[in-house]
């Protein structure tokens, strides 16, 4: 992991706090070499200073110590299941590659033929689409050929999952079985897919939860009727520390309908699984799994039914990561996040299409080919790099512990807000679980806006090159698996990137910035390429006509006849020949001269009508820089 840990190597016999304090000088001492100050100087300890705080509120320290230590949280199956729900879990198997199905225009007898040879390359769980091309009469010839008791099927059917549900039980009882018989476990649950709470908030379509509490009465062993599905809160901003409160609340809320209806604790506990949403952040994808773990065991323990909170959870790859810019990035994110939920214990992992955020019609590579990379991506983590021969093999790092134990509280906080609001339907309908994702929401968008959050071939290294999709960039209406709160990480970015495609479009050239180096490349590399960086992200062309001074800064000008330019150059270059180039710019028609760099580097005297550095708004800045060059490029046109 890629956490530092503190060695005690060298003298075994060191108290631990007086190996901790010799870190923690010799950190400091580093920090303040490298703020040109002394240790006396900082403003805080090293490890305050090296901390760095998550969205959600939990902070992440430089260093993790034995001091860090919590007791074990027992085994892999047993009380209180942070380490995993399933006690028999095949290791040469690993979790579930469960593959999704019936999301395009495919018939029922090609959808059947798709999933046999899914089975056969792989694939071991199937989710289901209904209600689209496929309808719950479909059923018996999607599955025909599939073994329901060695192979966990998932619906999604939304309106029709009263029906789908049925239709499905229908099948599982008349399925044939396989001819080598294997006692079930967690991993081979049936989920009927039925989340009318959850759906609630994000608008999908789903039944009445009194009439899904109904069908929990009548079903059998092996299969759970509610799916309390965190996708929806996090594909629309929430953070992992909400979504977990959410999925809680709402999965307790099934729990008291259940119950209410004359169910046993320990059986409605049994109707109940969880999706979780998969990021590209790996650590905290590891740790969310095994929070909502801890925290259901402790709802099931408060009910009287400890030994049957396991939460069975479904990890898939969260949609509002991907991108519809340089989609192929979308691969390396689903890796990790697949690595994540894997890692953090996922009875099941489903890995989206590098290209689902993306309308089925624009999309440039095969649904074949689509899948079978999203499947393959689980395959080479289960046999090549054998992630899944280990039950919880991030378990015991001082780190994971501790972030495990954060997010739990921190989730079981708001989740306490919620119970004391008057449980989840009480804050849907109040608007409260809008405010909190919408505010959520806020603050992931502002870091992305800053670029303190990457946002690779977006706000990060975009290739302003890339073909456009055809349309402007299109979310909920068009996207899938989208619902109507869909706000996708990058989706700003990607407006702006329009933008300039219809600019491009329509006049033959993208909008353009003109460059300014002053001194050697060696001085004005960096700069120029953190410029150009930063306005492809908007869409916009940077001109780099090389090195200048400030007499060659007219004619490049009246050559490019842009209306922006920025000067980029070293501080002592700023020093130097700044007022005499930005004196030189002045005397054309530029509207705007900007500097490349912090604006506290610029000399005294007239100043550059702004400063392009790390730490800005970079929406706004280059919705700015946008609305100059295309007013600008209409007022030349008229």
């Known amino acids: 992991m890629s956490q530092t840990t503190a060695s005690t190597s060298d003298r075994p016999d060191r108290p631990l706090d007086e190996v901790y304090q010799s870190w923690s000088e010799a950190a400091a001492a580093v920090v303040a070499k490298s703020r040109r100050s002394t240790v006396e100087e900082l403003p805080a300890t090293a490890e305050e200073l090296l901390s760095t705080d998550t969205i959600d509120g939990l902070r992440i320290r430089p260093l993790y ?9 027992g085994l892999p199956g047993g009380f209180p299941f942070v380490r995993g729900a399933d006690p028999d879990r095949d290791v040469t198997l690993g979790w579930r590659v469960t593959e999704r199905f019936g999301d395009d225009d495919t018939p029922a007898a090609e959808v059947n033929q798709q999933i046999l040879e899914a089975l056969e390359n792989g694939t071991s769980g199937l989710w289901l689409r209904i209600g689209g091309a496929l309808n719950a009469d479909d059923l018996a010839t999607v599955l025909d050929g599939v073994y329901l008791d060695l192979i966990p099927v998932t619906l999604d059917a939304g309106a029709d999952g009263l029906a789908a549900a049925r239709a499905l039980l229908a099948q599982r009882a008349r399925a044939v079985a396989a001819p080598q018989a294997a006692a079930p476990t967690a991993a081979t649950v049936t989920s009927l897919g039925l989340s009318p709470l959850t759906a609630g908030f994000s608008g999908r379509p789903d039944v009445d939860t009194a009439d899904a509490t109904a069908l929990a009465a009548e079903v059998g062993a092996g299969v759970r009727t509610f799916r309390v599905d965190g996708t929806d809160f996090a594909t629309a901003g929430a953070d992992n520390g909400l979504e977990l409160a959410l999925v809680v609340a709402a999965a307790v809320t099934h729990l008291r309908d259940l119950t209410a209806a004359g169910m046993s604790a320990s059986d409605a506990l049994g109707q109940i699984t969880f999706a979780v949403s998969a990021g590209d952040d790996q650590f905290a994808t590891i740790a969310k799994f095994r929070a909502l773990r801890k925290i259901w065991s402790r709802i099931a323990d408060v009910v009287g039914a400890p030994d049957a909170g396991a939460a069975l959870t479904h990890g898939v790859t969260d949609l509002s990561m991907q991108t519809q810019r340089d989609p192929w990035v ?16 996922a009875d099941q992992v489903t890995v989206l299409g590098f290209d689902a955020a993306i309308p089925a019609d624009r999309r440039t590579s095969s649904a074949t080919f689509s899948r079978r990379i999203a499947r393959n991506t689980q395959l080479l983590l289960l046999e090549e ?51 909190r994702v919408g505010a959520s929401l806020a603050r992931r968008d502002d870091s992305v806006a800053h670029r303190t959050i990457a946002v690779t071939g977006v706000n990060e290294f975009p290739n302003l090159d ?77 001109i780099n006509p090389g090195p200048l001074t400030a007499d060659g800064i007219a004619d490049v000008v009246r050559e490019h006849r842009t209306p922006i330019a920025v000067l980029c150059a070293s501080k002592q270059r700023y020093t130097d020949d700044g007022a005499a180039a930005l004196a030189a710019a002045r ?52």
């Open 65 to 73: 110590t034995r001091k860090d230590e919590t007791a074990e949280a």
């Open 330 to 345: 979308n691969m390396l994110r689903t890796t990790i996040a697949a690595f994540g939920a894997g890692v953090g214990g």
């Open 385 to 435: 790099s054998s992630i899944g021969r280990v039950l919880d093999p991030a378990g015991g790092s001082w780190f994971v512990e501790s972030l495990t134990d954060e997010m739990a509280a921190n989730a079981w906080a708001v989740f306490g807000e919620i119970e004391t609001a008057g449980g989840y339907r009480s804050v849907l309908e109040s608007g409260w679980i809008g405010d």
């Open 466 to 542: 890339e073909k456009p999709l055809g349309a402007p960039s299109a979310d909920a209406a068009d996207v899938p698996l989208g619902t109507p709160r869909l706000a996708r990480v990058g989706r700003v970015f990607e407006e702006l990137r329009d933008r300039s495609d219809a600019v491009l479009a329509e006049t033959g050239a993208r909008p353009a910035v003109l460059l300014l180096p002053l001194g050697s490349v060696a001085e004005h590399n960096a700069r120029t390429t953190f410029v150009a960086n930063l306005l492809a992200a908007g869409g916009i062309s940077a």
């Open 587 to 638: 005397a054309t028609d530029l509207s705007s001269v900007l500097m490349a760099g912090p604006d506290k580097e610029w000399p005294d005297g007239d100043r550059p009508d702004g400063a392009l550095r790390i730490g800005i708004d970079a929406v706004a800045t280059l919705r700015g820089l946008l609305d100059q060059l295309t007013h600008a490029s209409a007022g030349a046109t008229s």
